[in-house]
């Protein structure tokens, strides 16, 4: 079956550094994204990762190894608006979008 | 950035009613569309995948007969919950991709919170 991994929930300190990490076993891989979701709120677009590497985008970052089936969302300089959950999906080879379960991240003051 | 727009926001009915959900593309065709549902606490759980001109496609466990999907035009897809009953008081959500955007990105629209009584 298709699999996605991510810790439920991780909390962190206003102004640290958090690294959400995201494993996934799908039938095929065109693709992985990160997006951001307040409570209540539909998810917004973070990135979108198809080839190995680091991506950055200002505070927020994303990995890539497809060899290892691994991916993660790195946040720096965190603020308390940071507080959200952030979804990973992965698109399989038929371009269905396989989303993780979400991990709520805590900021603390 | 591309923007969907989802008309209600909110939405509260009686057990039994039907109520419709819109969901509208405003600066982009979208020939797919997608519709999911997530309830409090848990991830967003697709639904069916709308696409325009022809039959919704639906995940496995959601009834066709049930939730109705319309997607009549490049820039609208409808949602209709039939019936509706106080357990499928959820969040819906509908996203498109924009054919032009190169990442394949999904925008998503609002959200409508629908509470059956």
């Known amino acids: 079956g298709q699999n996605i991994d991510q810790p439920t929930e991780m909390t962190a300190t206003e102004g640290a550094i958090v690294q959400i990490n995201c494993t996934y076993q799908t039938s095929g891989f065109n693709g992985l994204f990160w997006y951001q979701q307040h409570a209540g709120e539909a998810p917004t677009f973070l990135s979108y990762?198809?080839l190995d590497g680091l991506e950055e985008k200002g505070r927020f970052s994303s990995f890539l190894s497809r060899s290892k089936g691994y991916s993660y969302l790195l946040l720096k300089e965190l603020q308390m608006k940071d507080s959200a959950s952030y979804l990973c999906a992965v698109w399989d080879s038929n371009y269905q979008l396989i989303w993780g379960a979400g991990t709520k991240l805590i900021i603390k003051p | 950035g591309a923007v969907v727009s989802q008309h209600p926001s909110w939405v509260i009915c009686k057990s039994g009613t039907s109520v419709k959900i819109e969901c509208r593309s405003l600066?982009?065709?979208?020939?797919?569309m997608f519709w999911y549902r997530q309830f409090p606490k848990q991830s967003l759980m697709l639904m069916a995948t709308?696409?325009?001109?022809?039959?919704?496609?639906?995940e496995q466990g959601v009834e066709k007969d049930k939730f109705l999907i319309n997607h009549a035009s490049l820039t609208l897809s409808t949602l209709t919950v039939t019936s509706a009953h106080p357990e499928d008081s959820s969040f819906y959500i509908c996203s498109a991709r924009s054919l032009a955007a190169e990442s394949g990105e999904l925008f998503f629209g609002e959200g409508s919170r629908l509470t059956v009584l």
């Open positions: 990762n198809v």
């Open positions: 709308s696409n325009e001109g022809s039959k919704a496609t639906y």
């Open positions: 600066d982009f065709q979208a020939t797919t």
